[in-house]
């Protein structure tokens, strides 16, 4: 089975590659994509689903460089194929209105402040993709020693494998 | 679907035709129908091209198909074709329905996490020293997987010693012992009960079609002492290989037992099977009525829902029931008789065969699903006993051919408790494959040489 996708939205490059750098532990069991802006990412999206991966996680900054981080991920929330992606916001200039619309219209499931922890984002990501795995992917055991292997396992003991 | 699968589904079609082309003489025609669902179902249980339970209903549909009196071909002349209610009864087989029992007992201790605060609460007594800790680990793991799954235990125990293992240091040796003493013990441990895996459930469902019955207790009485032993040796080899001596480890023992009165019913009902399952001499209930108690309490109550009944492991269950519509074919079409005389039995002494059909087991299990495996010898080993002139006991033989599957435990793909441990990350396949081969074979060892005289001794073994 091809890696799930975790895929990075941010346009400065310098808090793009900090964001990267951070959330390598879990280049193990994911793949991890980058994009500048909302086309950009669009694009990622797309050869994604194509090549047959799941979309697990997108971590998203607001303010991009044409349409808005918030924007994408409504966008995102209203296609099936993607609906169930785990949706991260990583900003510091999101206004109430824009956050509002984000946990409302884009299914939002966290919000991560700028500036950031590498231990905070990290586990804001491990519970997210833990989340995720547990609802969409068949064999847990390659993420155990990735995600929250204690919660892991027990999903794991409902799964039955045949002894 | 990979290209295994494509090579195994293919060579599943082909072996079953073979049978239809070409003629083995001295087997009837019934037989070679039999003889082709035999072979097919051996390369799909060997490559998984379908799921292990598919091939199971295959089994199923095929002799109801070939061999039943509700068939789509003409019974062969002389042949008395048994009624398909036969086949489709395997889905209901009495030891399915002990097996059954034993779904619900697992299922609600994970339900109301009575196995996560159990043990804890167990591993208290154990205190602070490295190998005590680790007697305690193996000790909780095997009796646990003696009434859940061997997976089930595993990832249990496994979720106990993750936070202890994040604190040592990536090269310490305790690391992967506390990970692989945990698989070691759940699959030795399952040895223990007829519920504690299904390869014994397996062995007891054609030991009973042939009218020898063991109960709860009496398997346990064979069993037991030997987990115990195998269980003890593990401890010694491991303590030294991984460094126990001298160390301390703190697991955290916290533990808070749901006290609402769905979990209260659900306790009494847990120990209450269990004392009805080791007393069945006095109350005379067979335990596979004994294990449709708690079906019928757990579900008047209300303390297992729909969904909890939809959430069990029904897939197992049928796998079970493919083996033993394996053996009802096997037996009622003349092939066991045929397969049999293919080899001069009367040269080997009845030691060699058993240890034959122990170790082909065990070979064959490290490879494949050990439920596989028991399907396939199971119903040989059974023929094998049968057959005049071969003084081989047919509970010795079915009982062994069971244990040979849970001793094979070397790789990681052996079973699934061992995926479980190199999941952690802590564990090698070298690391597996060592203690695994060693106590495996201590354990083949130790049953070969005592297992007979000690069943004679107290009294199981005529």
Redesign the interface.
């Known amino acids: 089975m091809s890696k799930p996708v975790i895929l990075c939205v941010e346009d400065e490059v310098e808090v793009r590659d900090a964001l990267l750098r951070d959330i390598q532990p879990f280049a193990q069991a994911f793949k991890i994509d980058e994009a500048e802006d909302a086309a950009d990412a669009r694009d990622a999206v797309t050869q994604c689903l194509q090549a047959d991966r799941k979309l697990a996680l997108v971590l998203c900054d607001h303010l991009l460089p044409g349409e808005t981080g918030v924007s994408f991920l409504v966008s995102l929330n209203e296609d099936p194929k993607t609906r169930s992606t785990r949706k991260v916001l990583v900003t510091g200039q999101a206004g109430l209105e824009d956050t509002v619309k984000a946990v409302n219209d884009a299914g939002l499931d966290h919000y991560v402040a700028k500036p950031w922890t590498k231990e905070s984002l990290q586990e804001v990501v491990t519970r997210q993709l833990t989340d995720y795995v547990i609802e969409h992917v068949d064999d847990l055991?390659?993420y155990?020693?990735v995600l929250d292997?204690?919660r892991l396992?027990?999903a794991?003991?409902?799964r039955?494998?045949?002894? | 679907m990979t290209k295994g699968r494509y090579i195994g589904l293919a060579s599943a079609i082909v072996l079953f035709f073979l049978p239809w082309f070409v003629e083995f003489p001295g087997l009837p025609v019934e037989g070679h129908r039999v003889l082709g669902i035999f072979l097919a179902a051996i390369a799909l249980w060997i490559t998984e091209a379908v799921p292990?339970?598919a091939t199971a209903v295959i089994i199923i549909l095929a002799e109801i198909l070939l061999v039943s009196d509700k068939g789509i071909l003409s019974a062969p002349e002389g042949f008395e074709p048994p009624s398909f209610r036969l086949f489709f009864g395997t889905l209901a087989d009495p030891v399915l329905m002990l097996f059954l029992g034993g779904f619900f007992l697992a299922h609600g201790a994970?339900k109301f996490a009575l196995d996560r605060n159990l043990a804890r609460v167990l591993l208290r007594p154990f205190g602070t020293s490295a190998p005590m800790i680790l007697l305690g680990l193996i000790i909780i793991t095997a009796v646990f997987s003696m009434f859940m799954?061997?997976?089930?235990t595993t990832?249990?125990m496994?979720?106990v010693v993750?936070?202890v293992m994040s604190t040592l240091p990536p090269g310490d040796r305790m690391r992967t012992g506390l990970a692989l003493c945990i698989p070691i013990a759940a699959n030795i441990g399952?040895m223990g009960t007829p519920i504690g895996?299904?390869?014994n459930a397996i062995a007891i469902g054609a030991l009973a079609r042939d009218g020898i019955s063991i109960d709860f207790l009496q398997w346990m009485l064979m069993a037991v002492p030997f987990v115990l032993v195998i269980l003890a040796f593990t401890w010694v080899i491991m303590r030294q290989l991984y460094r126990f001596n001298g160390k301390r480890i703190e697991l955290s023992i916290e533990s808070t037992f749901d006290t609402s009165i769905p979990a209260k019913v659900f306790y009494v009902t847990f120990a209450a099977t269990i004392v009805l399952w080791l007393t069945t001499k006095m109350h005379g209930m067979s335990s596979s009525i004994v294990g449709f108690v708690p079906v019928v309490v757990l579900l008047s109550t209300r303390v297992f829902s729909p969904k909890d009944l939809q959430?069990l492991?029904w897939?197992?269950l049928w796998?079970v029931a493919g083996g033993i519509a394996l053996g009802v074919g096997v037996g009622r079409c003349g092939l066991d008789a045929w397969l049999i005389g293919l080899v001069e039995w009367n040269s080997l002494s009845s030691t060699m065969i058993v240890a034959a059909l122990a170790l082909t087991a065990l070979v064959l299990s490290t490879v494949i699903?050990?439920?596989?495996t028991a399907n396939l010898i199971v119903p040989l080993a059974m023929t094998l006993a049968a057959s005049d002139g071969i003084a081989v006991d047919p509970m010795v033989a079915a009982v062994f051919v069971a244990i040979g599957c849970s001793l094979a435990m070397a790789l990681p793909i052996s079973?699934?408790?061992n995926?479980?441990a190199?999941?952690?990350?802590?564990v090698r396949t070298r690391d597996m494959a060592l203690v695994g081969i060693v106590a495996g074979s201590m354990g083949l060892g130790l049953f070969l040489f005592a297992g007979q005289w000690y069943w004679a001794l107290v009294g199981v073994l005529r």
């Open positions: 055991l390659p155990v020693s292997g204690a396992l027990e794991v003991k409902h039955g494998r045949h002894e | 292990l339970h994970a799954s061997n997976t089930a990832a249990t496994m979720a993750l936070p399952g895996t299904p390869p959430s492991q897939h197992v796998l699903s050990n439920s596989a079973t699934p408790p995926a479980v190199v999941a952690t990350g802590a």
